[in-house]
């Protein structure tokens, strides 16, 4: 069963850079895209940014410019930095896997870490 | 970017109903279209994926339909579990983005 672990610090000074770290075990990084999702308390779900295997990347265009998602497959494990955080950055971070429909091109997110909640405070 | 919207924002339903969640996009997404369950705590999980493709180990009482910009999510009979919010979210191009959620409560 593959399962996803979010890590790092949960308390960010305003200005700072924001990193996690998802951890991939009972299942092989290679061939999805690994996603970070995050929830603002008592808010809907913003897709971040997504790699895939290859180390190719794709970000939110709302936050291009502050973020970074990177890959490191000898360790199973994908990170994301987000620099110059803000109060509005706070949230519930979650990792995810994106995975391709065996017969059709639909993309879904399938596996999914238990979410770190970060808070942006001075 | 893609907006989806979903109605209602929340409902109140009891044991035994049927339940309907609509969602739309700003834009046609012909059928990438997936709904995801949360439940207070926990991460989402995927129900239906393609519109109307049932995830592995979801209960046949959901169920998926819709096409172009219109989707709809049944709940066939609510069972206690199913007290959660639910969302919708494209995957057909990217940021994905994703409905704001109805809350489905108890009556």
């Known amino acids: 069963q593959v399962q996803l672990q979010e890590s790092g610090p949960g308390l960010v000074r305003p200005s700072e850079t924001l990193s996690l770290t998802c951890t991939v075990s009972?299942?092989?990084?290679?061939?999805?895209?690994w996603t970070w999702i995050r929830q603002p308390p008592g808010k809907g779900l913003e897709w971040i940014g997504s790699?895939?295997?290859?180390?190719?990347?794709n970000y939110n265009p709302s936050l291009r410019g502050r973020l970074s998602i990177s890959v490191d497959t000898s360790k199973s494990q994908f990170s994301l930095k987000l620099t110059s955080v803000t109060a509005a950055d706070t949230a519930l971070y979650y990792c995810a896997r994106e995975s391709l429909s065996d017969y059709d091109a639909a993309y879904f997110f399938d596996y999914w870490g238990q979410g770190i909640l970060v808070t942006v405070s001075p | 970017d893609i907006q989806m919207t979903q109605s209602p924002s929340s409902l109140s339903a009891s044991v035994g109903d049927r339940v309907t969640i609509t969602c739309r996009a700003s834009q046609s997404i012909t059928t990438y279209l997936n709904w995801y369950q949360q439940k207070p705590g926990r991460a989402p999980r995927l129900l239906i994926y393609g519109a109307s493709t049932l995830q592995s180990g979801v209960p046949s009482r959901f169920s998926g339909s819709g096409s172009g910009t219109a989707f709809i999510l049944t709940i066939s009979s609510l069972q206690p579990e199913d007290f959660a919010t639910y969302f919708c979210q494209q995957n057909y191009n990217l940021p994905r983005t994703f409905g704001q959620g109805t809350r489905v409560e108890i009556k």
């Open positions: 790699i895939f295997h290859s180390g190719s990347a």
């Open positions: 009972g299942g092989s990084i290679s061939s999805y895209f």
